[in-house]
């Protein structure tokens, strides 16, 4: 704050614009319309001692100086820098320098005003972002406790773990580089978090030991399955049923693991595929000695062709029915598929030759026959008839009658040649 004149009686060398020096080399600073003595440089020139004062002054005008720029970069908290200009504040009053203090206790003012609405802002800032922080830590909170809610037979648990470990990075991300919380409300957030990953620990080591239980359960009866299946590969081919057996029961025994499963289930199909394999190196035996009955057959085959060339219904008859017992006597074909296609092929012989002979006594048949025979004398007479009543109708030039007579003869000729009169 300014000062009085100094009173003192020691002769003053008036110097520059903001100090002097006494003949004593006693300093003062001007300030407002009075001096203060601010010390002494006895040992060296008036120039001197302003030049001490004045550099004592600069290095405080470089304190302000690097406050407010620090102030216009925006990377220092502006609650920081209040402290750090009010601080300075005390150094610049009363400093024992030479300048305008006032001037630069000004600028410390208004850089302490700015700081202190900034500082404001920067509280407000703060207490929303922690108020978001609380939301989002209270969301994973929730989220964990979400799970905890849900039925422990519906949880998959491979995934709600990844669930509740990506819950606890976030938590732990947000507690690093988020804004630190109220003591109170992080302790109970963290208490309801942990609370709700130690019941989910409980019930996924309830989950997995039960699991165990039925793992061993299924196991062990695999196990025996596999031995009854590895104890049929004696009987070979016969012991196929037996095996089929096993495996309805192997379907319906439940799981085991996926390791186990897979190391019961290897030894399993391996009993399977040893009888199957005795039964394929029978049916490669029985297809390689059925080659030639194949060819016999296909012999047959070709020979029974002749049945439709044949005219004369009994004489094909004859000749299918020796080709029928000597087709017989060929034996079984293996494979089966070989011997149903050959069967196939015959069977459309003989049903070409059944649909001959049941159009043959059709014809034949006395009943029909006198059926036929009455049908045609009736259509005879009818002809007859309709020829007279047609021939009247033109003598008396009656075209309706006329063409009435000619519709129905045609009729009754058709009918006619249709029963074979």
């Not at 440089?41 to 001490?52: F, I, S």
């Not at 820098?81 to 150094?91: F, I, N, V, W």
């Not at 800032?125 to 809610?149: C, L, S």
């Not at 494979?335 to 049941?358: G, M, V």
Request: net charge neutral.
């Amino acid at each position: 704050m300014p000062r009085p004149p100094a009173t003192s009686s020691i002769p003053i060398v008036p110097t520059k614009e903001w100090g002097r020096v006494a003949e004593d080399g006693t300093v003062s600073v001007r300030e407002g319309d009075g001096w203060r003595e601010v010390g002494q440089y006895p040992d060296g020139t008036p120039d001197e001692a302003l030049a001490y004062f004045a550099r004592k002054f600069t290095d405080l005008a470089d304190k302000v100086a690097l406050l407010e720029q620090r102030h216009r970069g925006g990377g220092a908290s502006a609650a920081e820098l209040r402290t750090a200009a009010q601080h300075l504040a005390t150094e610049v009053e009363g400093a024992a320098a030479v300048g305008d203090l006032n001037a630069l206790s000004d600028r410390l003012t208004a850089l302490t005003d700015e700081l202190g609405a900034a500082s404001a802002a920067e509280a407000a800032a703060a207490r929303e972002a922690v108020e978001e922080a609380i939301r989002q830590r209270t969301e994973v909170v929730e989220k964990a406790e979400a799970i905890v809610a849900r039925d422990p037979k519906s949880i998959q648990w491979k995934q709600t773990t990844a669930e509740v470990s990506a819950l606890f990075e976030q938590w732990q991300s947000q507690q690093q580089h988020g804004p630190r919380l109220p003591k109170s409300v992080a302790q109970q957030l963290w208490k309801r978090f942990r609370d709700a990953r130690s019941v989910l620990d409980r019930r996924r080591r309830e989950f997995y030991a039960e699991l165990d239980e039925v793992h061993k359960g299924a196991r062990d009866r695999k196990t025996r399955l596999v031995e009854k299946a590895e104890a049929l590969a004696p009987k070979g081919e016969d012991g196929i049923g037996a095996y089929r057996e096993l495996l309805d029961q192997w379907k319906s025994a439940g799981r085991a693991g996926k390791k186990a499963d897979d190391a019961l289930w290897a030894r399993f199909k391996a009993a399977g595929d040893a009888l199957y394999a005795a039964r394929g190196a029978r049916e490669a035996a029985e297809a390689e000695a059925s080659k030639e009955k194949i060819d016999q057959r296909r012999a047959l085959l070709d020979e029974a062709k002749a049945v439709g060339d044949e005219k004369d219904i009994a004489k094909a008859r004859a000749l299918l029915t020796s080709i029928q017992r000597r087709w017989d006597e060929v034996g079984r074909i293996f494979p089966r598929e070989k011997e149903r296609a050959l069967d196939d092929s015959l069977r459309k012989i003989e049903q070409a030759l059944r649909s001959r002979e049941d159009a043959d006594w059709k014809r034949n048949n006395p009943e029909t026959k006198a059926r036929a025979n009455d049908m045609t004398r009736q259509l005879t007479d009818a002809i007859e008839k309709l020829e007279a009543e047609l021939a009247a109708a033109k003598k008396a030039g009656d075209k309706k009658a006329v063409a009435e007579a000619e519709e129905a003869l045609k009729a009754r000729k058709a009918w006619l040649a249709a029963v074979g009169g």
